[in-house]
Nanobody, 124 residues
Framework: QVQLVESGGGLVQAGGSLRLSCAAS????????MAWFRQAPGKEREFVAAITWTGGSTYYADSVKGRFAISRNSAKNTVFLQMNSLKPEDTAVYYC?????????????????WGQGTQVTGSS
């Protein structure tokens, strides 16, 4: 089992920046890719960004490309989501996810472990 704990959410004005963190613990000796998803009020959860085990490859949803950046630390047990130029439509609960294996996927069923989520609110 892998446990994921997100932090860093909050309220930010439109155009501002925020950095989310997700710390992994438990059975982290195996390779695992990680991703961020989000769920806005009244909407389904959607993919935001993903990163491979090595950190050498990333992938983004079109809606955040060029504004968000996903990365992971050298120990590979923490993943970050740097969010710049935030918009009110970025308001959502952001979830961290991990999957066994080195490469990412962009669909929810592709992930084995989930965090509890952290609220991000972009004000206009």
């Amino acid at each position: 089992q892998v446990q994921l704990v997100e932090s860093g959410g909050g309220l930010v004005q439109a155009g501002g920046s925020l950095r989310l963190s997700c710390a992994a613990s438990g059975r982290t000796s195996r390779n695992y890719a990680m991703a961020w998803f989000r769920q806005a009020p009244g909407k389904e959860r959607e993919f935001v960004a993903a990163i491979t085990w090595t950190g050498g490859s990333t992938y983004y949803a079109d809606s955040v490309k060029g504004r968000f950046a996903i990365s992971r630390n050298s120990a590979k047990n923490t993943v970050f989501l740097q969010m710049n130029s935030l918009k009110p439509e970025d308001t959502a609960v952001y979830y961290c996810a991990a999957r066994d294996g080195s490469y990412y996927r962009t669909d929810e069923p592709g992930y084995d472990y989930w965090g509890q989520g952290t609220q991000v609110t972009g004000s206009s």
